[in-house]
Structure formats: C-alpha cells, structure tokens
C-alpha cells in the first residue's frame, strides 16, 4: 500500500546636515511653481460575490471543480507563506479575484487544521493551492483568515529518486526514495503537507505518514481499496529505495521520516519533477 488512505489523525534616516549656505536671489520672473504631485488611486479590490447555498466544502474525499489550473505547477519559487481559515469557519474559493464561487475551503480536514500555501496576489486577494485536487488554485478575499510563515520545501527529484529537504531556500538533508510506478505515477507538479496520519501496519516502520494534497492523477489506476487516498510520504519497513514501485507515493528511510516529523509543519510546499 503506498497512497495513504483513511482519515488524517490529529498528532507554524535622519539626513546629516552641515552650516546653511547663501543662496543668490532668483532673476526676475524665473520663478516657476513645481507642480503638486498627485497619488495614483488605489485600485480596488474586487467585490467578492456571496456564496451560494450548498457550495460545496472540500473534504479528504472529495475536491473542488470549476477551479483553475495552476499558472506555474512547476515554479521554482517558494511558498513562505501559508492562509489559515479562522478556527470553526471557513472561507470561499473562487475562481478569480472579484470571480464565481467554487467551493468552501473548511479550517480543517479531518479533525486536522487547514493550512495552504500562498502562491500569488492581486488586488487584495491571494491565490492558494486546494486540497483534494491536483495543480489547482483558488482564489481568496480578504478577511476570515491569518497568514502564517512557512520555512521549508520539500522537493522530489523522480529521475534520480531524490527527496531534498530545504529550509530557508538553503538545502538541509537529502535522501534517496521510492516513487511511484509507471502505471501510478508520484504526480508532478507542486502540492504541500496537509496534515499527520497514522496507519496501522508494521509497513510503515511504526511511524506517521505526511498526507499530502495531492491525489492520484489516475484514481481509477490504484484499485478500489484506496478510493479516496492521498498521495503522501511515510517510512518504508524494508530497504527498497531507488525504485519505480509505489502507487504514486514516496516511501522514505525511516531515520529520514522521522526527521521530516520532527521538522515540517502542514502547509509546507512540496515540490515533485522530474
């Protein structure tokens, strides 16, 4: 089993100024008024139009639709920052600053607090990645939410089987890892940490799994008994790193999850290429 199933279990000038010199008096008639400068006006931020009733709220199991594409799935630049619905709310996604209503982003999944990486601005607003849905974004209004700072990034390299963990743009640790295979690829593209699960089985080294946001590109590909799953990244009982074999997700050393558990925080982006 390697996509993580089930529910999430619960486990952030002063100016130097020297003696006044004689200035010559102007000619006359030379004199000319500088003109006032005049501020640009601030551009407005985009109305958000009211949430219909019976929007749809994203779930472990079930994501938004009518969401866009994310822009730029493979950006080299870091999410530092993540939005957090305020506790016992939650906040509308919409398709575009000032656009449609899509879907409710909960404060948390599972009994797990929500947290999603910031990914753009514009006027007011802020784009996020969406749980439950792959290489998609959604828009956000401005209240009913705190901004909180993400330090780390988590990135795997598919051809060398490589997972690197960085902190502050500086890279702290990387190991060697198992990926997806070709019938049930590790998704490319940037997702993040949702939240902890923990699973029963010796598979796992005993240890919790980082389910991810992401979810099998080919849901039909990894079979019945994990409809529904994540992909995420968990220890692996036995040595069998550098390998094409999961179904889509990233097994680990157990010393190495155990340092992601110790040290990532949900909402810390993950970066999967190839």
Same mark, same amino acid.
């Given at each position: 089993?390697?996509?993580?199933?089930?529910?999430?279990?619960?486990?952030?000038?002063?100016?130097?100024?020297?003696?006044?010199?004689?200035?010559?008096?102007?000619?006359?008639?030379?004199?000319?008024?500088?003109?006032?400068?005049?501020?640009?006006?601030?551009?407005?931020?985009?109305?958000?139009?009211?949430?219909?009733?019976?929007?749809?709220?994203?779930?472990?199991?079930?994501?938004?639709?009518?969401?866009?594409?994310?822009?730029?799935?493979?950006?080299?630049?870091?999410?530092?920052?993540?939005?957090?619905?305020?506790?016992?709310?939650?906040?509308?996604?919409?398709?575009?600053?000032?656009?449609?209503?899509?879907?409710?982003?909960?404060?948390?999944?599972?009994?797990?607090?929500?947290?999603?990486?910031?990914?753009?601005?514009?006027?007011?607003?802020?784009?996020?990645?969406?749980?439950?849905?792959?290489? $998609?974004?959604?828009?956000?209004?401005?209240?009913?939410? @705190?901004?909180? =700072? /993400?330090?780390?990034?988590? #990135?795997?390299? *598919? %051809?060398?089987?490589?997972?690197?963990?960085?902190?502050?743009?500086?890279?702290?640790? $990387?190991?060697?890892?198992?990926?997806?295979?070709?019938? @049930?690829?590790? =998704? /490319?593209?940037?997702?993040? #940490?949702?939240? *902890? %699960?923990?699973?029963?089985?010796?598979?796992?080294?005993?240890?919790?799994?980082?389910?991810?946001?992401?979810?099998?590109?080919?849901?039909?590909?990894?079979?019945?008994? /994990?409809?529904?799953?994540? #992909?995420?990244?968990?220890?692996?009982?036995?040595?069998?790193?550098?390998?094409?074999?999961?179904?889509?997700?990233?097994?680990?050393?157990?010393?190495?999850?155990?340092?992601?558990?110790?040290?990532?925080?949900?909402?810390?982006?993950?970066?999967?290429?190839?």
């Amino acid at each position: 089993m390697a996509i993580v199933a089930g529910v999430l279990a619960l486990s952030v000038t002063g100016t130097g100024c020297g003696s006044p010199k004689r200035r010559a008096a102007p000619a006359p008639h030379s004199s000319v008024a500088s003109p006032t400068p005049v501020a640009s006006p601030a551009e407005p931020i985009p109305t958000a139009v009211a949430a219909p009733a019976g929007l749809h709220t994203i779930s472990y199991l079930t994501g938004p639709e009518g969401l866009p594409a994310d822009p730029t799935p493979m950006s080299d630049v870091q999410a530092t920052t993540g939005l957090r619905p305020a506790s016992g709310s939650t906040v509308v996604l919409y398709d575009a600053p000032g656009g449609v209503p899509r879907a409710h982003l909960p404060a948390d999944i599972s009994g797990v607090p929500v947290t999603v990486p910031v990914v753009g601005r514009q006027t007011g607003w802020v784009a996020v990645l969406t749980p439950t849905a792959n290489r $998609t974004i959604g828009w956000v209004p401005p209240g009913g939410w @705190t901004e909180v =700072p /993400l330090r780390d990034r988590l #990135v795997v390299k *598919r %051809s060398a089987h490589q997972l690197t963990w960085y902190r502050d743009g500086q890279a702290k640790e $990387t190991w060697t890892v198992t990926i997806g295979s070709s019938a @049930t690829p590790t =998704p /490319l593209g940037r997702t993040f #940490v949702l939240g *902890r %699960s923990t699973l029963p089985g010796s598979v796992y080294a005993g240890l919790d799994v980082l389910a991810l946001g992401a979810v099998p590109d080919d849901r039909e590909a990894v079979g019945p008994e /994990l409809a529904g799953a994540h #992909v995420g990244i968990h220890a692996w009982y036995r040595n069998e790193f550098g390998r094409n074999v999961s179904n889509g997700c990233v097994r680990m050393p157990p010393a190495a999850q155990s340092v992601l558990l110790a040290e990532i925080v949900p909402g810390t982006e993950v970066m999967v290429v190839d």
